[in-house]
Every structure is written in C-alpha cells, then in structure tokens.
C-alpha cells in the first residue's frame, strides 16, 4: 500500500496527459466496443486463477474485479474504459469454427477447428495460461487435439505458452526469421529491457484503483513458463498457402512491422482475417518504453494498406491477436483504414515538421491527429503515444542529436543536477519552486526540478517524497497504460526502492539461443578494463552441431570466428552446446574434451561482469 507521508504535499490541481473526458472528443456513450469484446461468449475461466505446478499465481483475472466500478480520482476515464474491456476473459466465438480464449494473458489464443484436431494461434505467454486456455476451450466443444501452431510473430506473449498445448509434435508455422528473431530482440540488451519492463508493466504494483489498472494492450502479462518449439514451416512470401488438418490460410509478411518478424493471414473458408498484432484497438508502440530497436511506421502503414487491398472482400471478421474482434465490412474498412493513417501519420507528420527544423520534443508537443483519428477509440493511445511515437520516427531517421551544439556534451544527470541545484539556492530552494510549480499544474516541470533535487541530494526523504507525489498525479492523469506504470513505479521505487519483479520477455531461454548468439552475449559481459592487457585465443569445435569457433579476447573485446583455419590457439575444446551452457552455468567441464591450457578459459570467465537486474533508475 503508497501511504503519502505528511512531510511534503503538492496540491491537488492535477494535470493530465492526453487529455480526460473533459478536453477530448471521445464518445463514452458509444458502446459498440463492449458489444464486440461481450459478442460470441460461451464461457469464462472460474476462478479465473491460474497457478504454476508449485502453486504460485501466475494470472489472477479476478484481480480486476474493481474495474466494474465507476472511474475514480486516481485514473484517467478514457484508460479506464480500455481495461474494464481487457479485463473480459473467457472463451469466445469469433465465427463457424474459430474460437478465442481473451483476458487470460496479456495477449488472445486463437483456435481454429480442423478437420480433425484444431489449430492454435499464438499459445500466450506463460505454458500455465496457454493450458488452461486450451483447457476451457476442450471443456466446452470437446476434447480435441492440437494438429497445429502457428506463431503471428516473433514476440514472447504470443509463443511462450506453446508447451502448454502441445509436446512439438505437430506442424508449426512462422514467419521466416522467427527463430532469430524470438530471441535477438531481448538478447543482448535483455536485463536493461527486463529492469524498464518492470516499470512499463507496472509488475511491481499492486492491482487497484491508484495502482495497476493495465496497459491498454492487454492488463497485465503472466508469470508463468516460457517455452519455445522451433517452427517446422516457414511462411517465407505473401500469397503462401498452406492447408493444415483441412484448413487452408493464405498469409501476408509483414517484416519490421510490429515485430520484425511477422505476418497476417486471411482463412478464406472462415472468412476470417488475423492482423497478428499490426492493427488493434490501441495506437501502439512505434518504439516501446522498455526499450528496443525503432520500429518502422512507414513500413507497418504500408503493410496495412496492403492487408487491405490483398483481403478486400475475402472477410467478414478481422481479429488479432489482442483485443476483441470487428465484425461487418464498412467496420472492418474503416478500422483498417484508420489504423493504416494513424501511423502513416505519426510518420509522415514527423518528418514534414523534422524537415521544417522542429526537434523531437517540439514536435511530440506540435503533432495533433485529425478529428476522425483523434476520436476514434482504437486509436487512442493507451499503449503507444502520439508524444513519445513522435520522438520514435525521429530517433529513427535522425537519432538521439538534436543538431544543437549546446546538446551535444552535457554533463550527465548526477553532475547537472548538483550544478542546476547550486544555481537555483540549494535543495530547499529548488523544493519550493518544484512545489509552486506543482502547484499551478505544471506537473512536468515540476518533475524536472525534483528529480535534479533527488539526483543532487538523494538522502533527501522529502525531495524523494515530493517527487513521488508528483509521479503519482502524473500517472493518474495519463491515458497511457504504460505511462501510467512508469509513474507509479517511479513514484513507489523512490518511497521504497526497487522491488524487482522479474518480467520474462523471452529471453531467458538459454537453450535456443544459436552459438554465435551465446558468445555475443559473453563479449557484452566483458569488463574490458581488466582484460585488455590479456590475449586468450580458444577454438571450440561443437560435436552436435558440426560447428567450429575460434574467440579471441584481444583489446577488452572478444571476437568470433566461424570455421577459422588452422592457428595456435591457447586452448581448443570440443564439446556441445548443453555442455557450454552448463559450463557458463557454473557446472563445470564436465564432458569436455580439451587440448591445451585450461588457464586462458578460467581468466576468461574473470573477466565476465555479471549485469544488474536491479539498478537504480529514479535515484542516482
Ligand atoms: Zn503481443
């Protein structure tokens, strides 16, 4: 529970991000996205409790119980509105033959019935949910068995749970680079990604009416087991057909969109099409806030209007795999159509006012969308924001500099807090201007000051404290899920320091990983002061998979070859990759073969820095 501490207060004026049902066009009373998330429900998970075998809770759907009340104080009304519609779950009938188990992950399991088992698509997150998903699903139109997977793309929350619904022995469809890609994006810069995770999920805040209320794309992601089967099938180009136990699917790629391995797919039997996750009711992310290579809204607009043409017709349901479906032609057009100009205007509009000189902030405050987008519900920007989707299509064409010399070497937050610190008067000072500023609802800037007044002095309790309260009003005000969570994480990390709830994005399945993968992430980890006066040339030769490596840690940096040609390396090895895991792991050599000096592999080990799950992001 956040108690505020009576030491320091802002006033209640309170300001809001993206406006409140005050200042926005929306229509609280059009009701047609209850209607479609309620259409087709045969049954919900009850409880809706699903535990690991350890019984530890993994997703509590009856957590959200309290958003069937009206909005209070503590949350914005358009945020509000969008998880009362997540927090559905159950099994629904999309059309003849195509189910949907929603609101029992972070994401939609789509089944689809074949001729003699059904099809699966996008087995959740967690191995827990996706069994009980399926579970509820047999429970109502019969024991059925899994005759195929299909992966949309390439993140956790839509292959994780695939254990859970089948042992790998079925036809497994993906787009080509999944493998690849399922792990790459969380692999390198995983634990940085995991920390800010926590922050954007809010996995660390207590579900409620000031807490966790969701994030627009879904309201929370399990904490179950992730696991992966490799695809057995690539769907490699637009137009593919493949008919699996009966049923045919006619796919679209559509690479660096959402992920950058992705596809739709029209089941021209069902009349039915799936956007995977490139059109939902949401804006999404054009860059997520836990961080992650700049998706390209161009490309996902372009792809959209490619959808549309390609499968013009062909469809009476569009799905994907969050949210609720849209049923009837002129709703499905005009969804699609306002999804497609929706990024194809964050990305165009960027640029028009980046090419008249603008920065990334100035724009992110300058772009508004048209009226039409504006208002429309699966538009707004729960998940992604039209304030930092501005500052991603920037980032992507003209990076972090914003061309002004005085932003190019600032000293960095600790040393320009005390200097802006010592300018203003002093932390007291700085204290009574932050909360003046709170005060007349400039909340952001008021932000700003503290948190100089926190990274200057952080064994100040009441700067710590002020800011808190400052966080906690910005992020009950927001319409962004996630910017919401990062407030609220900011705000209970600063009165409690991090309470670090894991968040598995994928990346914690060592076992898929490719070799070259697995020394790249050895290199990341070499603390390179200490290695660089050090040369250790290994060649490992892999008997399971007919692979050979030569690394050389040179210059603080470890370097890999493929296939090297005859040397004199310090140490050959010849083993397999569960061996090198296991060594890494700490198990030792067991198994190993080798030839030559074991001591350049131990001082190699030395040199490896472990990362830190739990840095201090709100505090220096
Ligand atoms: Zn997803």
Redesign the pocket.
């Known amino acids: 529970m956040i108690r505020p501490q009576p030491t320091a207060r802002v006033s209640s004026t309170s300001q809001t991000h993206g406006g409140s049902a005050m200042d926005n066009p929306l229509d609280f009373g059009d009701r047609t996205d209850f209607t479609n998330a309620d259409r087709g429900f045969v049954a919900a998970l009850t409880p809706g409790v699903v535990t690991a075998a350890d019984g530890r809770v993994v997703w509590d759907a009856d957590a959200w119980a309290f958003l069937d009340g009206e909005c209070p104080d503590t949350a914005n009304p358009s945020l509000w509105r969008q998880s009362q519609l997540c927090a559905r779950q159950g099994l629904y009938r999309v059309t003849e033959g195509i189910y949907q188990v929603r609101g029992l992950d ?2 939609n399991m789509t089944i689809v019935e074949g001729d003699t088992g059904v099809i699966v698509v ?1 087995p959740l997150l967690s191995v827990e949910t996706a069994a009980a998903a399926l579970g509820l699903y047999r429970a109502h139109r019969g024991d059925r068995p899994v005759t195929g997977l299909v992966y949309s ?1 390439s ?1 956790a ?2 292959f994780g749970g695939a254990a859970g619904v089948t042992d790998g022995d079925v036809p497994i469809l993906a787009p080509v680079g999944f493998m690849e890609h399922a792990v790459a994006e969380n692999v390198y810069a995983g634990t940085a990604m995991t920390r800010r995770a926590s922050f954007m999920y809010g996995a660390t805040l207590p579900a409620g009416p000031a807490g966790q209320i969701g994030f627009g ?2 309201n929370a992601a399990s904490s179950g087991t992730v696991s992966l089967f490799p695809p057995t099938i690539d769907v490699t180009h637009t137009g593919q057909e493949e008919t699996i136990d009966g049923v045919r699917i006619v796919f679209q790629l559509t690479p660096g969109t ?1 992920a950058p391995s992705e596809m739709n797919f029209l089941l021209p039997d069902h009349r039915a099409l799936c956007l995977a ?1 490139n059109a939902t009711h949401t804006m999404h992310n054009v860059l997520t806030l836990r961080g992650a290579l700049v998706r390209d809204a161009r490309i996902w607009s372009r792809y959209l209007t490619e959808a549309i043409t390609m499968f013009d017709g062909a469809a009476d349901v569009v799905f994907a ?2 949210h609720w479906p849209t049923w009837g032609q002129d709703n499905m057009t005009r969804y699609l159509t306002e999804q497609r100009d929706l990024y194809a205007y964050l990305h165009d509009q960027t640029l028009r006012l980046a090419n008249q000189g603008h920065n990334a902030a100035e724009i992110a405050e300058m772009i508004q969308l048209p009226p039409a987008l504006d208002a429309a519900w699966h538009g707004r920007g729960y998940y992604g924001t039209v304030s930092h989707n501005v500052k991603a299509v920037y980032q992507r064409y003209l990076g972090w500099f914003d061309g002004n010399p005085a932003n190019l070497w600032q000293h960095p937050p600790v040393e320009t807090a005390k200097r802006y610190v010592d300018c203003i008067g002093g932390v007291d000072a700085v204290l009574t201007k932050a909360r003046d500023y709170a005060d007349a609802g400039d909340l952001r800037f008021a932000a700003q000051l503290l948190q100089h007044a926190v990274f200057a002095d952080p064994a100040r309790g009441d700067a710590k404290e002020l800011l808190a309260q400052v966080y906690e009003k910005l992020g009950h005000g927001a319409e962004s899920g996630i910017w919401r969570n990062f407030y609220l994480t900011g705000a209970q990390e600063l009165r409690h320091g991090p309470d670090v709830t894991p968040v598995d994005l994928g990346g914690g399945m060592a076992a898929v990983l490719s070799i070259e993968q697995i020394f790249d992430t050895l290199a990341i980890r070499v603390d390179a002061p200490k290695a660089w006066h050090d040369t250790i040339i290994i060649d490992w030769t892999f008997t399971d998979l007919g692979q050979s490596y030569r690394t050389t840690l040179r210059n603080g940096v470890i370097v890999q070859q493929r296939n090297p040609p005859a040397g004199n390396p310090d140490l050959s090895l010849t083993l397999t990759k569960a061996q090198l895991l296991g060594m890494l792991a700490g198990k030792g050599l067991g198994g190993i073969t080798h030839d030559g000096d074991l001591d350049g592999l131990k001082r190699m080990q030395g040199y490896l820095d472990a990362p830190d799950p739990r840095f201090a992001i709100v505090t220096p």
Do not use: A, I
């Open positions: 972070l994401s996008d793309h993140h929350d839509h794309l879904g959402e996750e795999s969050h």
